[in-house]
């Protein structure tokens, strides 16, 4: 396992990081101390395509130039505060942010793909009642540099930075192949530095990953959604779980601004949506709220004229949370009624239920609490563990 910390976090305060950082503005920074835009191209090869993480390793430069770099910048990532693996091989990080704030990043193996699920934000501007991570208030969004860490920490800690075999289709064979921008956070409310992040991560001569690997998931920004296809162009995902707008009005508050109708307009005109690269539609199946023959049929009705995909997802539980998940009977019935239309449905095997890595699970410590508040829960914490002894 790599020493993931291996890089004092100490003194990068003062330092310039230079993840997260496009082409166009690395090169500027290396104008601005005196270096020809060459150097930036060497430098992106090294940070993006290597995976360095520091500045001395970088043996085809020059010992001075080096020592240049380290005076200035930084190349730190995420910090993980813990580092958990499921029984079937789901891991979970807890990232640790420059502010102290933190973040999950969740990685899924399976035989023909290794998934990674990317945080946009910490916490949520979002309140969706199925979500975990929507209990949590919005702190913040992340920046293109801690949304790109989270892939490079990832490959640190599963050693994934050499290419291995070519596949049949000529691809690298890495532990992670897919993107999903799935994890804490609404992604189409931090536009600008996920547009930025995603395309650091599909650059060809670095992180090198295509976009028919990555997909974004919303909860139905409906105003963001042909900006996001023109300017990124990766995979869309829509989190839909309702056909009815009283009944998506309350899963998915967002839906009281752009109703049903409006998100599926939207999701018609996609840039780049054909039947060979359809919109896929999340559906979490609720028990007695969502998941009968009736409103499987109707989603079928809806979904008429767009090239699209269900996921139908069993309920993950969390504490608190006011839902049960739909009987494998029940699931198996929607399923039969959308596959039998013409769509694909598969229903999603839960993964890292075991360590709160599944999804709608995922929810950090990093909440608008004052420093009092935190420390009084603390402590019941510890007197609550304590009477467990």
């Known amino acids: 396992m790599l020493n993931l910390e291996s890089e004092p976090q100490a ?38 395509h290597r995976g360095t993480r520091d500045f001395q390793s970088m043996t085809s430069l020059a010992k001075s130039f080096r020592a240049s770099l380290a005076e200035r910048y930084t190349l730190d990532r995420p910090v993980p505060s813990s580092d958990l693996k499921s029984v079937d091989g789901t891991r979970k990080w807890l990232l640790r942010l420059k502010d102290g704030n933190e973040v999950e990043t969740v990685h899924i193996p399976e035989e023909d793909r290794g998934t990674l699920c990317v945080s946009s934000q910490v916490g949520c501007t979002l309140t969706c009642r199925f979500c975990h991570t929507g209990t949590q208030r919005l702190v913040r969004n992340l920046d293109a540099g801690e949304i790109v860490g989270q892939l490079m920490l990832a490959r640190d800690g599963l050693d994934d930075w050499q290419t291995g075999q070519k596949s049949a289709e000529g691809e690298d064979n890495r532990k992670i192949s897919n993107i999903v921008m799935m994890g804490m956070g609404e992604p189409l409310y931090n536009f600008d530095n996920v547009a930025k992040a995603l395309k650091i991560a599909m650059d060809h001569e670095g992180l090198s990953l295509s976009r ?33 707008d009283d009944l998506r ?47 499987a049929l109707e989603l079928v009705r809806l979904l008429k004229g767009i090239p699209a995909k269900v ?5 993950n539980p969390w504490p608190g949370a006011p839902y049960e998940c739909s009987s494998d009977a029940a699931i198996q019935k929607f399923s039969d009624i959308v596959f039998q239309a013409g769509y694909s449905s598969p229903v999603r095997t839960p993964r890292g239920r075991d360590i709160f890595a599944a999804c709608g699970q995922l929810k950090s410590a990093s909440e608008k609490l004052k420093r009092s508040a935190r420390d009084a829960i603390a402590a019941k914490e510890l007197e609550a563990a304590a009477a467990e002894v």
Not at 19 to 41: N, T
Not at 233 to 243: F, T
Not at 251 to 265: A, C, F, R, S, T
Not at 275 to 292: C, H, P, Q, W
């Open 249 to 295: 009005d309350e899963l998915v508050p967002l839906n009281k601004k752009y109703p049903i109708k409006e998100l599926l307009d939207a999701c018609r005109t996609y840039p780049g949506a054909h039947n060979a690269r359809r919109i896929t539609f999340e559906y979490v199946m609720l028990k007695g709220i969502n998941d009968s023959p009736a409103e």
């Open 11 to 48: 003194t990068s305060q003062a330092l310039i990081p230079l993840i997260g950082l496009s082409r166009e503005e690395l090169e500027a920074e290396l104008k601005a101390i005196g270096e020809p835009a060459f150097r930036a191209r060497q430098l992106w090869h090294w940070i993006y």
């Open 311 to 315: 996921n139908l997802i069993p309920f």
């Open 212 to 244: 028919r690997r990555i997909t974004l998931s919303t909860s139905g920004v409906v105003p963001m959604i042909q900006r996001c296809g023109a300017e990124i162009g990766v995979n869309l995902a829509i989190s839909l779980h309702a056909v009815r």
